[in-house]
């Protein structure tokens, strides 16, 4: 068999014996799907929320693992069988002890250095109180023309991309 398979490589691309393969062999149930997560290239999901309050601040939060950067919009990576939008809230809730509502996407970003995708979004407090946890020391509102140092700087560029933006002219004219 092994001859027969690195003869069928010889004078077939990979993908052709592959695709041979997958469309002559019946697998037992759950196997295809084994085999599709081993074969593909695995990469995290992070997902970022921007909150805004009735003054049109932006919602930081203040972490304690970097010192480098200790400030960011809030998020965290997806579980998996986790949704976007259930991540969002969920690491809100756990960072900060805040309720939030989920408005609308804004973006994705992909890292070329990180395997990952970036979803943002923008969303409101909606309940709870402020809480610091493990990762989590301190929350604020800043205005979006008066961020503080050590802002992470992806963060930062999002949001010097959206103070740019005509569609939130509003939230940094204060």
Known sequence: MRGLVEFLMRIWPINR???FVWRSFPFPKGVRSRIMRTANDRFLVGVIVMLFDEQDRIFL???TYDPRYAWSLPGGWMGRHEQPDECIRREVMEE???EIE??????TRAHHRLPSVDILYQGRITG???RSSAEIREARYFRLHELPDGLMPAHRRML???HRSAEFAGKVAN
């Open 17 to 19: 014996v592959l695709m």
């Open 61 to 63: 939060v203040r972490n």
């Open 96 to 98: 900060t002890g805040f």
């Open 102 to 107: 989920v408005d609308r996407l804004l973006a």
């Open 128 to 130: 709870g109180e402020f």
């Open 160 to 162: 010097e991309k959206l």
